[in-house]
């Protein structure tokens, strides 16, 4: 079995953010990375698979950025992917999902791959549509957000979570597409043999020009923080006292009752 997973390097959340220069995105100084934590599950079940099977399964781990996604690429390697792939791409920050989606079909098709696993979104862009417009390119099924995995003779079977709190299950063939989300299962640590062992591992590095990088069809603009809103106020007492004190804030801090409207 041919396993892809597909990871992306993201910021800490944590961090402080402003945008860059142009405002189409966040500047990137001082900033920790580390792997999207929808992806980890990708990892994770991708792994868990080729253990299950045997051996009789090879799991590639990919990753588009710069130089500094390395360092998550071989994570993944010590977590248990076999081989890792670099798309070198130092724009990659700034592309849209469909231009990140043309690179990494770019590379799978045509390499026989019977699974994809991604991460639901990013943590950092919350796009969610990557990984369908993989599937779409690919030509193959593609189940989101899925909370369980199950393999068996070439069926697959997934759960996802659905409207109003409800679940259901899906079966489909492989070749397929499924992007994961929490609750799939608890991503290992690895230990510090693997962790060296990955250092060492030889990466493929590629381009995008080589894997058919496409135009965008979107792009970002007016990268801004979340306005600041004033904190609410918490009225006590009985209905005429707190009539009162609705009407002095209509007043004092609003036009609602100059306008007569409200009277």
Known sequence: MNILVCIKQVPDMAG????????????????????????TFAVEEAVRLKEQLGGEAEVTVLSIGPARVVETIRKAIAMGCDEGVHIDDADAPERDPWQIASMIAGFAAGRGFDLVFTGMQSEDRSSAQVGVLIAERLGV???????????????????????????????????????????????????????????????????PEELGLEKPKTRSTKFRLHERKTAGVVLEGDVQ???????????TKTAVLGKGGAR
């Not at 402003?18 to 792997?35: C, Q």
């Not at 006292?241 to 007043?251: D, F, G, K, N, T």
Request: aromatic share 8%; glycine share 6%.
């Open 16 to 39: 402080h953010f402003e945008p860059n220069e142009a405002a189409t995105w966040f500047d990137e100084a001082g900033h920790a990375w580390r792997m999207n934590e929808y992806d």
């Open 241 to 251: 006292m707190l009539a009162v004190q609705v009407r002095e804030i209509l007043e």
């Open 141 to 207: 099924p593609c189940v989101t957000g899925i909370t369980a995995f199950g393999w068996r003779d070439g069926e697959i079977t997934v759960e996802r979570e659905i409207e109003g709190g409800r679940n259901c299950s899906i079966r489909l063939k492989s070749p397929a597409l499924l992007t994961c989300q929490q609750g799939l299962n608890s991503p290992r640590y690895p230990n510090l043999p693997s962790i060296m062992k990955a250092k060492r591992k030889a990466l493929t590095i590629l381009t």
